[in-house]
């Protein structure tokens, strides 16, 4: 590359002393610096020096003049000249800025006086010299002249202009920080570049860097920031929102762009993404708005939304560009109303024959008692709607009039044949109503089918009895029974009664008869107690009318009596003891009160418990307990014997 970074000049002083030629001036200058940008420009120091030889000294103080010019630029001022022998001395110096050529070359001139005005040895006036130096040529960047233009902008493509102030030979173009493009020997001032398969409604960011020619150096332009044009898209705030079998309003921004192709999916019953293909759709270009009949794919879209009754889906909206599909995504969620199964009918029975025989009717049972089945054949069954299934019917049992569930059964669903569903029976008797809904697959509900149904009040015979002989010891036994029932009434009817009494008996110890006697002679004895209740008495208990005629006294004697109505029997025991009279006297002497005699003992007068007495006072006195108190049994005498006692010691 031409030129110096430094340069100097000497001028001969026109004086000779002693033989010798005369001192001489040198002007030198040094680059210390320099800019490449625009403009470009050297910082150089200069020095104007006086040299002298072996006898070349000057003496003198006087001021004297001098000037140097430098690339047009005058500097200028004072200075003495004296100077010793074989010496130098700065006469003057300076800096100076340089501006180059566009191309960085310069090539400077430089000029200087120095005034002596000294007579020796012949006059020497004034000293000057000049030069033209050539300095280091400054490597240029190429600039641009303005950022760059961004044209042609389109949803997938747009095009990059630049120029520069020098010709350059080498350019890349960068796209999101990577070259997408180099282009090679331009030797041009300006070039353009067209992006392609770009993305639509995408934001990229470009630049440019450039390679001066003369000077191989690049210069990179800001970073643009750029976004393509988008395709047409839906107008919505947030999400869709549509009832299957409904049509579909749109709006469209941006329709002048291109047309668009509409696509449904649904998000099935399993999770799964599902592409309705049937439905697919081209909205021309221009089209502001579109009303989407969907409505002709109801039945496809139910059959993937068998479990629930909303269902997502999703619309693109998209358009092929350059051979590539772009897209936007909406969201939304699919309804499915009026969609609750139909069903209008069951019978109710009870499948406890005994009782529906008794009562005569099935619609009605015993309290605690019987089964209620709800029977739905498949001529009635449950019919789904909107492509869903029946999954189960649920029953229910309430009291009539309130809303209080008291007893739920379920039967799984079936189309093939007849659904049971067992109620059972409840503890508290009443009129009900049994009520009866299909469930289906998205847990929608039918209307719920209800029938009456009478929970009869009902308890085993209740029986008070009252077995013993007569005056407490006679071998006449009487009997006093009070039976309560339920008359188990079907409108003015009573549907129930006792069908019998029964009685068996044995001696105490041994084992009762296997067979049983019967009390027939009750039925003049019913009574009506309330609504619900009936009374059967049975008196036997007089000489005249007595219960069992012979029972020996002297033994005791386990009864069972057997109370039966139309449901349900209860076994009573009791047992009658033997004989025990007030007072009584024996052929051997013996007299008893209120026992038995004990017939191996000598005491003739045998008496069941302590004596009641009056003494002198007239207190009264258990004549026993007093005799207790009176004999003291103790092995040391006690101290609170009673006056007159008597101790009796033991031991």
């Known amino acids: 590359m031409a030129g110096t970074t430094s340069g100097s000049f000497s001028v001969n002083a026109t004086y000779t002393t002693s033989g010798?030629?005369?001192?001489?001036?040198?002007?030198?200058?040094?680059?210390?610096?320099?800019?490449?940008?625009?403009?470009?420009?050297?910082?150089?120091?200069?020095?104007l020096v006086l040299h002298s030889n072996g006898a070349g000294y000057i003496s003198s103080s006087a001021s004297k003049s001098w000037s140097v010019t430098i690339n047009g630029s005058t500097y200028s001022g004072t200075n003495t000249i004296g100077i010793g022998n074989n010496t130098s001395k700065t006469l003057a110096s300076g800096s100076t800025r340089i501006n180059h050529n566009d191309d960085g070359t310069k090539t400077f001139s430089v000029s200087f006086s120095q005034a002596f005005n000294i007579n020796f040895n012949g006059w020497v006036g004034t000293i000057?010299?000049?030069?033209?130096?050539?300095?280091?040529?400054?490597?240029?960047?190429?600039?641009?002249?303005?950022?760059?233009?961004?044209?042609?902008?389109?949803?997938?493509?747009?095009?990059?202009?630049?120029?520069?102030?020098?010709?350059?030979?080498?350019?890349?173009?960068?796209?999101?920080?990577?070259?997408?493009?180099?282009?090679?020997?331009?030797?041009?001032?300006?070039?353009?570049?067209?992006?392609?398969?770009?993305?639509?409604?995408?934001?990229?960011?470009?630049?440019?860097?450039?390679?001066?020619?003369?000077?191989?150096?690049?210069?990179?332009?800001?970073?643009?920031?750029?976004?393509?044009?988008?395709?047409?898209s839906l107008v919505t705030q947030d999400t869709f929102s549509l009832n299957i079998g409904d049509n579909l309003s749109l709006s469209f921004q941006n329709e002048d762009k291109n047309a668009s192709t509409l696509k449904l999916s649904v998000e099935d019953d399993s999770g799964s993404w599902i592409t309705i293909n049937?439905?697919?759709?081209?909205?021309?270009?221009?089209?502001?708005?579109?009303?989407?009949?969907?409505?002709?794919?109801?039945?496809?879209?139910?059959?993937?939304?068998?479990?629930?009754?909303?269902?997502?889906?999703?619309?693109?909206?998209?358009?092929?560009?350059?051979?590539?599909?772009?897209?936007?995504?909406?969201?939304?969620?699919?309804?499915?109303?009026?969609?609750?199964?139909?069903?209008?009918?069951?019978?109710l029975a009870n499948t406890n024959t005994t009782i529906t025989n008794l009562l005569g009717v099935t619609t009605s049972t015993i309290q605690n008692m019987g089964n209620f089945r709800v029977q739905i054949p498949s001529a009635s069954k449950a019919i789904a709607q909107k492509s869903a299934s029946i999954v189960k019917y649920i029953a229910y049992l309430i009291p009539k009039g309130a809303t209080n569930v008291v007893k739920t059964a379920e039967a799984v669903y079936s189309s093939t044949s007849q659904v049971n569903i067992?109620?059972?029976?409840?503890?508290?008797?009443?009129?009900?109503?049994?009520?009866?809904?299909?469930?289906?697959?998205?847990?929608?509900?039918?209307?719920?089918?209800?029938?009456?149904?009478?929970?009869?009040?009902?308890?085993?015979?209740?029986?008070?009895?009252?077995?013993?002989?007569?005056?407490?010891?006679?071998?006449?036994?009487?009997?006093?029974?009070?039976s309560q029932y339920s008359r188990l009434a079907i409108g003015s009817t009573d549907k129930n009664s006792l069908v019998s009494i029964m009685y068996r008996y044995a001696e105490v110890g041994t084992s009762l008869p296997s067979s049983w006697k019967s009390i027939t002679d009750y039925s003049s004895g019913i009574t009506s107690v309330n609504a619900t209740d009936s009374k059967l008495t049975y008196i036997r208990n007089t000489l005249s009318n007595y219960f069992i005629k012979d029972l020996s006294i002297e033994k005791s004697y386990n009864f069972e009596f057997k109370i039966t109505d139309k449901v349900d029997s209860v076994i009573y025991s009791m047992t009658v003891e033997q004989g025990i009279p007030i007072l009584g006297e024996f052929d051997d002497g013996h007299i008893t009160i209120g026992m038995s005699p004990e017939l191996d003992n000598s005491a003739k007068l045998q008496v069941a418990s302590d004596i009641l007495v009056t003494d002198t006072d007239g207190t009264k006195r258990m004549l026993l307990e007093t005799l207790k108190n009176f004999m003291i049994s103790s092995d040391t005498e006690p101290t609170n014997q009673i006056v007159g006692g008597i101790w009796n010691k033991t031991s």
């Not at 409604?201 to 440019?208: E, G, H, I, Q």
């Not at 847990?443 to 009478?454: F, G, L, R």
């Not at 008070?464 to 002989?469: A, D, P, T, V």
Request: hydrophobic fraction near 30%; charged fraction near 10%.
């Open 20 to 47: 010798n030629i005369g001192d001489y001036v040198t002007f030198s200058w040094n680059r210390t610096g320099y800019s490449s940008n625009t403009p470009c420009y050297s910082d150089i120091s200069w020095s």
């Open 422 to 482: 067992d109620i059972g029976t409840y503890s508290t008797a009443g009129t009900y109503q049994i009520c009866v809904f299909a469930v289906d697959s998205r847990q929608n509900v039918s209307s719920t089918i209800a029938k009456d149904c009478i929970i009869i009040p009902y308890h085993a015979p209740v029986t008070n009895i009252n077995i013993y002989r007569m005056n407490g010891f006679e071998k006449e036994i009487f009997l006093e029974l009070y």
């Open 128 to 232: 000057s010299g000049s030069k033209s130096f050539e300095i280091l040529t400054i490597p240029r960047y190429a600039n641009f002249n303005g950022m760059p233009a961004i044209t042609d902008i389109t949803q997938t493509s747009l095009n990059l202009s630049w120029s520069a102030n020098a010709t350059c030979s080498y350019v890349n173009y960068y796209l999101n920080g990577e070259v997408v493009n180099t282009e090679h020997n331009i030797s041009s001032t300006s070039h353009s570049f067209t992006f392609t398969n770009l993305s639509p409604n995408t934001t990229y960011t470009l630049s440019v860097r450039i390679w001066r020619k003369d000077s191989n150096l690049y210069t990179t332009s800001s970073n643009i920031s750029i976004t393509t044009l988008p395709i047409s």
């Open 278 to 347: 049937s439905a697919q759709v081209t909205v021309p270009i221009n089209e502001a708005t579109y009303l989407w009949h969907l409505s002709s794919y109801a039945t496809t879209l139910y059959e993937h939304c068998t479990t629930k009754n909303e269902m997502n889906f999703r619309i693109s909206c998209g358009v092929t560009l350059n051979g590539k599909y772009y897209e936007n995504i909406y969201s939304g969620i699919m309804h499915v109303t009026n969609a609750n199964p139909s069903f209008n009918a069951f019978t």
